[in-house]
T-cell receptor
């Protein structure tokens, strides 16, 4: 399977703390994206980083990409209870539009 | 981005029956996809819904079990046929232009299916 791996599988933090989630993948990629899913509902696109980028910011989100290590990280700063959700690392292989989903990290932010 | 709706949002069905899930987009889109998310698991691509032709299925998924229609650029249906409890999952449609390396997919809210 080419599925990505997220680490940790579950993370529990206090409101205001930072949350870091990591992702590893196995193939060459076009880009890597992070999605959020609340309580088994639809997925919300958070951020996309291209294979030639190393870091990207969007609000409280910071994503890094290391193609030599085939890994990415998502940092959520100053977490809020509303950030409680599952976060998926998703990538498309070089030359493909098909998305491959990681197993997800379940984040719980305690008020 | 696109606004995507799915019907039904959830259903409880009996073994051996079939359920058709609808996906409606508020604008014309190039690509539409159907995913399955089994309980506590990640998403797995079932098929790409092609407008005016047969869907392209991923390994492990067949047309007889998951027939798909896409009559136009804003609408698609997925049927889960002859259901068994193993089909209990969330089914999600997604759409995207998918023409450049920065094109992403947008997901519908999902249909939560329980098969008894």
């Amino acid at each position: 399977s080419q599925q990505g791996e997220e680490d940790p599988q579950a993370l529990s933090i206090q409101e205001g703390e930072n949350a870091t989630m990591n992702c590893s993948y196995k193939t060459s990629i076009n880009n890597l994206q992070w999605y959020r899913q609340n309580s088994g509902r639809g997925l919300v696109h958070l951020i996309l980083i291209r294979s030639n980028e190393r870091e990207k910011h969007s609000g409280r989100l910071r994503v890094t990409l290391d193609t030599s290590k085939k890994s990415s990280s998502l940092l959520i700063t100053a977490s809020r209870a509303a950030d409680t959700a599952s976060y998926f690392c998703v990538y498309s292989g070089a030359g493909s539009y098909q998305l491959t989903f990681g197993k997800g990290t379940k984040l719980s932010v305690i008020p | 981005s696109a606004v995507i709706s799915q019907k039904p949002s959830r259903d409880i069905c009996q073994r051996g029956t079939s359920l058709t899930i609808q996906c409606q987009v508020d604008s014309q889109v190039t690509m539409m996809f159907w995913y399955r998310q089994q309980p506590g698991q990640s998403l797995t691509l079932i098929a790409t819904a092609n407008q005016g032709s047969e869907a392209t299925y991923e390994s492990g998924f067949v047309i007889d079990k998951f027939p798909i229609s896409r009559p136009n650029l804003t609408f698609s249906t997925l049927t889960v046929s002859n259901m068994s409890p193993e089909d209990s999952s969330i089914y999600l449609c997604s759409v995207g232009r998918m023409k450049t390396s920065t094109d992403t997919q947008y997901f519908g809210p999902g249909t939560r299916l329980t098969v008894l």
